[in-house]
């Protein structure tokens, strides 16, 4: 499947701003199974700076600085995308989970795909008993990992409300999950915190779903916004799978990746700094559109 997908950011600042420092993480990854043909983010006003970096994992980070006053901002990225991925692992042949903690336990490397990055709390992912508890529902004794994590996906579908008003882009993913309530950034948290509970390696993905659904198949929810989801680790033979707890569905053709991270603070599509004494509006269109 090809994509043309367009993500604008628009700010309406209550003030003048004098000086915008901005972080964007808005490239799709070239990533096993998906290919970027083009792509590009136009910035206005123009920035005077700007410049471009690799993050610890593999994401492309633009910087920008706009130095000239300016009460509103927009930031355009465009990209085409080919996306064509396996299909998800044989989950009965995938290795029992408690030998992939393991093996997560024992690597010694630091590469941007190594599982050492994704087995500890993180800024946004602190661990706690509720989430181990849920998790040791579907990660019984010597079950394959796979199986088991795809079990811990469906479930929190199952039990969990989609509800954009219930949470806030900062809620600890324990608010959420004593709610049973949010997004789809709460659930990928949840899983997240649940998987790393038990010391299995769990990234958290940004991107975006399809909005166009098949013929005969509901609309997935998280459409028409940045989408988020989970990415595990079944170990060196099998490597890193997504999985999607907020429509209980395998990362698929469906899916574009922006970003990976240990969770959303690695991985905002905008952050910065500005200088200025006002407020501000924020508006995010997202179009993820089959060629």
């Given at each position: 499947?090809?994509?043309?997908?367009?993500?604008?950011?628009?700010?309406?600042?209550?003030?003048?701003?004098?000086?915008?420092?901005?972080?964007?993480?808005?490239w799709p990854r070239e990533d096993g199974g998906q290919t970027v043909i083009k792509s590009r983010i136009d910035v206005t006003p123009h920035p005077q700076t700007r410049s471009e970096r690799i993050d610890p994992?593999?994401?492309?980070?633009?910087?920008?600085?706009?130095?000239?006053p300016h009460?509103?901002?927009?930031?355009?990225?465009?990209?085409?995308?080919?996306?064509?991925?396996?299909?998800?692992?044989?989950?009965?042949?995938?290795?029992?989970?408690?030998?992939?903690?393991?093996?997560?336990?024992?690597?010694?490397?630091?590469?941007?795909?190594?599982?050492?990055f994704a087995i500890y709390p993180s800024r946004r992912v602190a661990l706690f008993a509720g989430a181990t508890d849920y998790a040791r529902e579907s990660f019984s004794p010597r079950r394959p990992i796979y199986e088991a994590a795809a079990?811990?996906?469906?479930?929190i579908k199952r039990d969990f409300v989609y509800d954009s008003k219930a949470t806030e882009v900062k809620t600890p993913p324990a608010e959420a999950f004593a709610r049973r309530r949010g997004v789809c950034q709460d659930f990928a948290h949840v899983m997240i915190a649940a998987l790393r509970?038990?010391?299995?390696?769990?990234?958290?993905?940004?991107?975006y779903i399809r909005t166009i659904p098949p013929a005969g198949k509901e609309r997935l929810a998280g459409a028409d916004a940045s989408h988020a989801w989970v990415s595990l680790w079944c170990g060196p033979a099998f490597g890193w799978y997504g999985l999607d707890p907020t429509n209980a569905i395998a990362?698929?053709?469906?899916?574009v990746i922006v970003a990976r991270g240990r969770d959303y603070a690695d991985v905002p599509p905008v952050e910065g700094v500005i200088l200025s004494h006002g407020g501000h509006d924020l508006d995010v269109e997202v179009d993820v559109i089959p060629v």
């Amino acid at each position: 499947m090809i994509y043309d997908v367009k993500h604008v950011t628009k700010y309406r600042y209550g003030a003048s701003v004098a000086v915008n420092a901005c972080a964007l993480r808005l490239w799709p990854r070239e990533d096993g199974g998906q290919t970027v043909i083009k792509s590009r983010i136009d910035v206005t006003p123009h920035p005077q700076t700007r410049s471009e970096r690799i993050d610890p994992f593999d994401n492309r980070v633009t910087r920008l600085s706009i130095e000239a006053p300016h009460r509103d901002l927009v930031i355009t990225a465009s990209s085409r995308v080919k996306v064509e991925r396996a299909a998800p692992p044989l989950a009965a042949l995938t290795p029992p989970w408690e030998s992939v903690v393991e093996l997560a336990a024992e690597t010694g490397s630091l590469h941007a795909d190594s599982p050492a990055f994704a087995i500890y709390p993180s800024r946004r992912v602190a661990l706690f008993a509720g989430a181990t508890d849920y998790a040791r529902e579907s990660f019984s004794p010597r079950r394959p990992i796979y199986e088991a994590a795809a079990d811990l996906n469906a479930r929190i579908k199952r039990d969990f409300v989609y509800d954009s008003k219930a949470t806030e882009v900062k809620t600890p993913p324990a608010e959420a999950f004593a709610r049973r309530r949010g997004v789809c950034q709460d659930f990928a948290h949840v899983m997240i915190a649940a998987l790393r509970g038990l010391g299995l390696p769990a990234l958290y993905v940004s991107g975006y779903i399809r909005t166009i659904p098949p013929a005969g198949k509901e609309r997935l929810a998280g459409a028409d916004a940045s989408h988020a989801w989970v990415s595990l680790w079944c170990g060196p033979a099998f490597g890193w799978y997504g999985l999607d707890p907020t429509n209980a569905i395998a990362e698929g053709d469906d899916h574009v990746i922006v970003a990976r991270g240990r969770d959303y603070a690695d991985v905002p599509p905008v952050e910065g700094v500005i200088l200025s004494h006002g407020g501000h509006d924020l508006d995010v269109e997202v179009d993820v559109i089959p060629v």
